[in-house]
C-alpha cells in the first residue's frame, strides 16, 4: 500500500522555522517527482513546492520563495520542506504529495497523498 506520511509540523510565532518531512512506503516513489500543497480553513488548497525525482529541478510558489526550501533525500524516500521566517498567512495544513512526471506545478498530476500535518503560526 502506497503511503505518505507527513510531519514536523507545530505551533510557532512569526518569523520562526519548522522543518516537515514527508516519509514515503510501500512502491518506491524514487522515480517520482514530490510536491507540498497547503489549505488554510476556507481556501483552497494550493501548490507550495515541488522537486523533481533528481533533485535537478525545484520550483516554489512566489509566496513562499526565499522563505522556503525543498530538499529530498533519496537513500531514504524522504522529502523535506524547511519553513523559515515563518508568517501568520502561512497557517495551514500542510500536505505531501507524488507526481510520476516532471512537470511540478499542475497539482492534478499529484496522485498520491499523505493526510497532512498542521502548521500554526502566531502572531
Known amino acids: 500500500q502506497d503511503r505518505l506520511v507527513e510531519s514536523g509540523g507545530g505551533l510557532v510565532q512569526t518569523g520562526g522555522s519548522l522543518r516537515l518531512s514527508c516519509a514515503a512506503s510501500?512502491?518506491?516513489?524514487?522515480?517520482?517527482?514530490m510536491g507540498w500543497f497547503r489549505q488554510a480553513p476556507g481556501k483552497e488548497r494550493e501548490f507550495v513546492a515541488a522537486?523533481?525525482?533528481?533533485?535537478?529541478?525545484?520550483h516554489y510558489a512566489y509566496f513562499v520563495k526565499g522563505r522556503f526550501v525543498i530538499s529530498k533525500d533519496s537513500t531514504k524516500d524522504t522529502v523535506f520542506l524547511q519553513m523559515d521566517n515563518l508568517k501568520p498567512d502561512d497557517t495551514a495544513v500542510h500536505y505531501c504529495?507524488?507526481?510520476?512526471?516532471?512537470?511540478?506545478?499542475?497539482?492534478?498530476?499529484?496522485?498520491?497523498w499523505g493526510r497532512g500535518t498542521q502548521v500554526t503560526v502566531s502572531a
Open positions: 522537486i523533481t525525482f533528481d533533485g535537478a529541478s525545484t
Open positions: 504529495a507524488a507526481n510520476p512526471t516532471t512537470i511540478l506545478i499542475v497539482s492534478s498530476l499529484y496522485t498520491s
Open positions: 510501500g512502491r518506491t516513489f524514487s522515480t517520482w517527482s
